[in-house]
């Protein structure tokens, strides 16, 4: 008996297989230089930093294993509760604060209103320019001698003062309205982005039926921008959670620590003070966790409304 031939593959396979290698290298190609970056300031340095917190080390001598002695420490650590609490503060003050106020703004400029793209501009304008430019003027307009704020005030009658950034009461609610006055102009514009998405038909379909402009908005048009606050909501979280330089600008953690927040104390537990660099990691590493929990719970409730 003979045996069966082998199948030999013919060359219009072999060229397809070929053109789809070349095809995958060049789309590698075009990722590797992304990916080599993320895998050399981003990965490394995370996975870096996990194995730290576990650590001892001030950078001089060799790193000393101490396994969760720094997470151990963190629960005494007035400090760092202080920086915890703040972090929650800002947090809990800036998020609300700012989803309003770029809300109002992008629903009074999506109207047709006289000049409304110079307005969207000069909305826009904080958060574009430079953080050192911007927090000097706001410095001099709160502040507690000469600023125009405290002039309008006693001008009007009013006895005690505001001592704005200057008050250990008074300074995470001067950083809190900084924050949302810088930080709303882009926002704006993406809620500006999301109305052009709604459906203006259910609106007109409202209006016919008699409903009124607060009950077409709440329930016609913020359901539709539902996606659109959930995105504002996750990035604002996260951002507040990890500022930092605002505080350095305006208060730089001050008066005392009152608006000393955890990526501050981290910053000068690892570099201004005498280093720390386990204990600064063991720090972020509850940063991390914070964030993560918080989006995580924000992810499950936009699940369970949608």
């Known amino acids: 008996m003979t045996a069966p031939a082998k199948s030999v593959p013919s060359k219009p396979q072999s060229k397809k297989s070929g ?20 895998c050399v300031f981003t990965l490394v340095p995370m996975v870096f930093a996990i194995a730290l917190s576990l650590c001892s080390w001030d950078g001089a ?10 997470f151990a420490d963190l629960l005494g650590d007035h400090g760092f509760k202080n920086a915890f ?4 503060v800002y947090c809990v003050g800036t998020v609300p604060l700012t989803l309003v106020c770029s809300l109002g703004l992008a629903m009074l400029l999506n109207q047709k209103v006289k000049l409304r793209n110079f307005f ?8 574009v320019a430079s953080l050192v430019a911007v927090a000097a003027v706001w410095n001099m307009i709160f502040s507690p001698s000469m600023g125009l704020v405290n002039m309008v005030l006693s001008s009007l009658g009013v006895e005690n003062l505001p001592r704005w950034a200057a008050g250990k009461d008074t300074a995470m609610i001067t950083v809190i309205l900084f924050s949302v006055w810088k930080n709303m102009g882009y926002y704006m514009v993406i809620y500006l982005a999301g109305l052009q998405g709604t459906n ?11 409903a009124n402009k607060w009950h077409i908005f709440w329930h016609i048009t913020l359901p539709q921008l539902r996606p659109t606050t959930f995105f504002v909501t996750i990035t604002l979280t996260i951002a507040s959670f990890k500022v930092y330089d605002q ?3 305006i208060t730089q953690g001050g008066p005392g620590d009152a608006t000393m927040t955890l990526v501050y104390d981290i910053y000068n537990t690892a570099f201004v003070n005498t280093p720390k660099y386990g204990y600064a990691s063991a720090e972020a590493m509850v940063l991390f966790a914070m964030v993560l929990i918080i989006t995580l719970i924000q992810f499950k409730g936009s699940s369970n409304n949608n």
């Open 19 to 38: 053109r789809a290698l070349r095809n995958n290298l060049t789309a590698y190609s075009f990722i590797a230089p992304n990916f080599i970056g993320f």
């Open 61 to 70: 001598h060799p790193i000393e294993f101490v396994g969760l002695k720094n």
């Open 85 to 88: 609490v703040n972090t929650i």
């Open 120 to 127: 969207r501009t000069v909305s826009f304008f904080p958060y």
């Open 200 to 210: 203006p038909s259910l609106e007109e379909a409202a209006a016919l039926d008699g």
């Open 247 to 249: 505080m350095y600008m």
